[in-house]
């Protein structure tokens, strides 16, 4: 299974970006659709951005389309989230995700291999 680590996270102010990236470990990293999911204080887990293993069909969540920008670099076994127009309801611990659907999934329970989580904080 492969093992996730994501970076990138911070303190921003409405409006500002921040690119988070995620490192999988592995030889086979493009077999598998990656995920980017966020969990506020209090919520669930919610679906943000997803991206099939060849990095060529990409699904986001209406409340980021537009903003955010999901990309993978399989010959360096990563994956991103360029993050723009940051809002306060933006702030969560966001994580990135597996899938061996590797046409990648909106469900959290096609997931099986779960980074330990980067916090994005917005706020002025």
């Known amino acids: 299974q492969v093992q996730l680590v994501e970076s990138g996270g911070g303190l921003v102010q409405p409006g500002d970006s921040l690119r988070l990236s995620c490192a999988g470990s592995g030889r086979t990293f493009s077999h598998y659709g990656m995920g980017w999911f966020r969990q506020a204080p209090g919520k669930e887990r919610e679906f943000v951005a997803a991206i099939d293993g060849i990095g060529r069909n990409t699904g986001y969540a209406d409340s980021v389309k537009g903003r955010f920008t999901i990309s993978r670099d399989n010959a360096r076994n990563m994956l991103f989230l360029q993050m723009n127009s940051l809002q306060p309801e933006d702030t969560a611990v966001y994580y990135c995700?597996?899938?061996?659907?590797?046409?990648?999934?909106?469900?959290?329970?096609?997931?099986?291999?779960w980074g330990q989580g980067t916090q994005v904080t917005v706020s002025s």
């Open positions: 995700a597996a899938s061996r659907l590797v046409k990648g999934s909106r469900s959290k329970d096609d997931f099986g291999a």
